[in-house]
């Protein structure tokens, strides 16, 4: 199963928020 996360890259040259979509392979489901 694969869960697409943002990650926040700081501002790009424009000033827009730049953000970069990883991709994580969760195998197992950990409940805290």
């Keep these: 199963m ?3 996360i943002r ?3 700081g501002k790009d040259s424009q000033g ?3 953000y ?3 991709q994580v392979v969760s ?3 950990i409940s805290v």
């Design 27 to 29: 195998s197992r489901s």
């Design 16 to 18: 827009h928020r730049d």
């Design 20 to 22: 970069d979509y990883v």
């Design 2 to 4: 694969y869960r697409t």
């Design 7 to 9: 990650v926040y890259r």
